[in-house]
């Protein structure tokens, strides 16, 4: 079975800050891994996703995702905050081959505030 | 069009009644998904249609629960004889056939049973 570990339910940052959400995920073959953004009252938004080629992906709104393989890491940053960034972030993952892919196993989601 | 659209947007329901949720994925994806997000369980899948395969519906969490697509597009999924701790967030989804193209939400149904 899959799942997926989000470290910190709450992260801080300052605008202008590094944003980093952790995610690392437990699957017996490498999964497609994506990250969700949720902001207040609406819908999930995919931001990135990593199924194959290059582990450094790159999202809307300047997010990238490094797939790190030997630490199960699919770990969220950016370079510098912003006050529109401040939302609920999911990771997820999906089994790789078949055609469930969309059958998605998430985290529990980190809230990230983001200061002025 | 444009998006997965979800519809009501909202739904206050008696205890005990019946509701049905609306969805209308987008165009040409062959593949449709029903989540529920709630406070307490976070995000779950109910259930998957492909094709014309038989449904995934490993996640509905009791037989009040069912689903429908019709015509390879629009679904419904029904609760019967709703309870309090149906309340939540209905979220519905849908996918290309190509692996890994990323799965769309619509905005949800905000279901609340009183």
């Known amino acids: 079975a899959q799942s997926v570990t989000q470290l910190g339910s709450h992260v801080s940052v300052s605008e202008g800050a590094l944003v980093l959400l952790r995610c690392n995920y437990s699957?017996?073959?490498?999964?497609?891994l994506f990250w969700y953004v949720q902001y207040p009252n609406q819908g999930l938004q995919l931001l990135l996703k990593?199924?194959?080629?290059?582990?450094l992906v790159k999202g809307i709104n300047g997010f990238e995702a490094e797939f790190k393989k030997s630490e199960t890491s699919f770990h969220l940053t950016k370079p510098s905050a912003h006050m529109s960034d401040a939302a609920e972030y999911f990771c997820?993952?999906?089994?790789?081959?078949?055609?469930?892919?969309?059958?998605?196993?998430f985290g529990q989601g980190t809230i990230l505030t983001v200061h002025p | 069009g444009a998006g997965v659209s979800q519809s009501p947007s909202n739904k206050v329901t008696e205890k005990g009644k019946d509701v049905e949720l609306r969805c209308d994925p987008i165009?040409?994806?062959?593949?449709l998904y029903w989540y529920r997000q709630s406070l307490g369980q976070g995000l779950e899948f109910l259930i998957y249609?492909?094709?014309?395969?038989?449904?995934?519906k490993s996640g509905l969490p009791s037989d009040r629960f069912s689903a429908e697509r019709t015509g390879g597009s629009v679904s419904t999924l029904t609760i019967q004889r709703t309870q309090q701790e149906d309340s939540a967030v209905y979220l519905c989804?849908?996918?290309?056939?190509?692996?890994?193209?990323?799965?769309?939400f619509g905005p949800g149904t905000r279901l609340t049973v009183t």
């Open positions: 989804a849908s996918s290309s056939q190509v692996g890994g193209s990323g799965t769309y």
């Open positions: 699957s017996s073959v490498p999964p497609y």
């Open positions: 990593y199924t194959t080629g290059a582990t």
């Open positions: 997820a993952v999906s089994r790789r081959g078949g055609t469930s892919y969309g059958k998605l196993t």
């Open positions: 165009s040409g994806h062959t593949a």
């Open positions: 249609f492909q094709g014309n395969s038989a449904p995934d």
